[in-house]
């Protein structure tokens, strides 16, 4: 059965600083994996999506890698802005067509 | 505007007492799905479809039933058989099973 952690569960960072957020996952036959950010009581906003085939991809400041083997993905926040302060989800699509998710990691930066 | 579109956006339930939750997509996507967030637990799927008239069971689906009569709308029903509804539910599309999916805003559904 396939399971996803993130690690860490919270961090608290001030302004400006390079981010690192891990999210692992136990069997490596997957199609996809995806980044979300959520808000306090809103939705899920689609950061990034990494197909099984490739390494990473980049949308301004945020940086997704992907090593399928491993069953990891790392996404890299640049010079992170209180705005960044939100629940950061990582979710991996496998063969029955089900996105499975991690619990999330909360950010908080801080001025 | 584009978009998936949950309603209500909160929403108290009595015991006993069906409710329906809906979520409305305009971005012609085939695949729909239907999760469940607790606090301090990750999103848990309860039901999904790939296609009209279609769908089948997530992980949590008792107590829960669906319907998929026309593209656009996936609306889910929380039957009184679901013994602690109270969560937020976050209706998901894509346009296909294995491509990105995009998130609603959330229905709030509490027991009172």
């Known amino acids: 059965k396939q399971e996803v952690t993130q690690i860490p569960a919270a961090l608290s960072v001030p302004e400006g600083e390079n981010l690192v957020l891990n999210c692992s996952f136990t069997d490596s036959a997957i199609y996809n994996l995806q980044w979300f950010r959520q808000d306090p009581g809103k939705g899920l906003t689609s950061l990034l999506l990494i197909q099984s085939s490739q390494r990473e991809q980049t949308s301004g400041r945020l940086n997704a890698s992907l090593d399928k083997s491993s069953g990891r993905s790392t996404l890299y926040i640049a010079a992170s802005q209180p705005g960044d302060s939100a629940t950061y989800l990582c979710a991996v699509k496998i063969d029955t067509d089900k996105l499975i998710f991690g619990t999330g990691t909360r950010l908080q930066v801080f001025p | 505007d584009g978009g998936i579109t949950q309603s209500p956006k909160y929403l108290f339930r009595k015991e006993g007492q069906n409710v329906t939750l809906s979520c409305e997509q305009n971005?012609?996507?085939?695949?729909m799905y239907w999760y469940r967030q607790d606090p301090g637990q990750g999103l848990r799927l309860i039901y999904y479809s790939q296609i009209v008239n279609d769908f089948q069971k997530g992980d949590i689906a008792e107590g829960y039933s669906v319907s998929r009569e026309k593209k656009e709308s996936f609306p889910l029903t929380v039957t009184s058989a679901q013994k602690n509804p109270t969560a937020f539910y976050l209706c998901?599309?894509?346009?296909?099973?294995?491509?990105?999916?995009?998130f609603g805003q959330g229905t709030r559904l509490t027991v009172v």
């Open positions: 998901a599309s894509s346009p296909t099973e294995r491509t990105e999916a995009f």
């Open positions: 971005l012609n996507h085939d695949a």
